[in-house]
């Protein structure tokens, strides 16, 4: 069974706008950790936020946020006033909290996002 | 401090070649990954490894995939042969602790391989 859907395969954005990439998550698990990376052209995934589950505030870092949902499954992040650098792959990843899931990072097929100016 | 290193950064080889990939994790980091990634979509995991113990493989395609760990820290992963479906980006990755569910995995710039 998928645990991430990104239902979202491109998406533009104008320079200085804000976007919303979307992100849903599958698990039985009360303990689980909700990430998303950056990967520009050049091949490097780059963290940007986390958000816990037990989290009861969005996590936020800079231009980047996390609208999380608990019981809609959902952990979608905003990127605020978009810059031509953004454009980029953007991939949700999930870890799960129990031993034996541990140390799993799975991902979705990401989002590819182009910012216009 | 220096991230993780991997290399090459890119390879092509001719299929049924065999092909090798090294990684260097982040100092200290007892867990180390290697992950696929095809073209347009996201990493797949192909094996895990606490200290030098492989923990999970259950995605390594054993027939010829192989992966080593040796003292817990440098790994290589091979392929033989290579396939023409075993063109991708070939990424490591390291993170510290127990794994818990704030874990954060730290990602090589990875090694893309094209078999021809």
């Known amino acids: 069974a998928q645990k991430i859907t990104q239902t979202q395969p491109g998406m533009f954005v104008q320079e200085k706008e804000a976007v919303t990439l979307d992100c849903t998550y599958d698990t039985s698990d009360q303990s689980y950790g909700l990430f998303w990376y950056k990967q520009p052209s050049s091949g490097e995934m780059i963290f940007l936020i986390y958000?816990?589950?037990?989290?009861?505030q969005n996590a936020t870092e800079g231009r980047y946020s996390l609208n999380f949902q608990k019981a809609r499954k959902s952990a979608n992040l905003v990127i605020s006033a978009s810059q031509l650098g953004d454009s980029a792959m953007y991939f949700c990843?999930?870890?799960?909290?129990?031993?034996?899931?541990?140390?799993?990072?799975?991902f979705g097929a990401g989002t590819i996002l182009r910012v216009k100016s | 401090e220096a991230g993780v290193v991997q290399s090459p950064r890119y390879k092509i080889i001719e299929k049924k070649q065999p092909v090798a990939f090294w990684c260097n994790p982040i100092?200290?980091?007892?867990?180390l990954y290697w992950y696929r990634q095809n073209l347009g979509q996201g990493p797949e995991l192909l094996i895990r490894?606490?200290?030098?113990?492989?923990?999970?493989d259950s995605q390594l395609p054993k027939d010829r995939f192989s992966a080593e760990r040796l003292k817990g820290v440098d790994s290589t992963l091979k392929i033989q042969p290579a396939e023409l479906g075993d063109s991708a980006v070939y990424l490591c990755?390291?993170?510290f602790g127990s794994g818990g569910p704030n874990t954060e995995a730290f990602f090589g710039q990875g090694t893309r391989l094209t078999v021809v």
């Open positions: 958000q816990g589950s037990y989290d009861e």
């Open positions: 490894y606490e200290n030098e113990e492989a923990v999970d």
């Open positions: 990843a999930m870890r799960e909290g129990l031993r034996e899931y541990g140390n799993k990072l799975v």
């Open positions: 100092s200290g980091h007892n867990t």
């Open positions: 990755a390291s993170s």
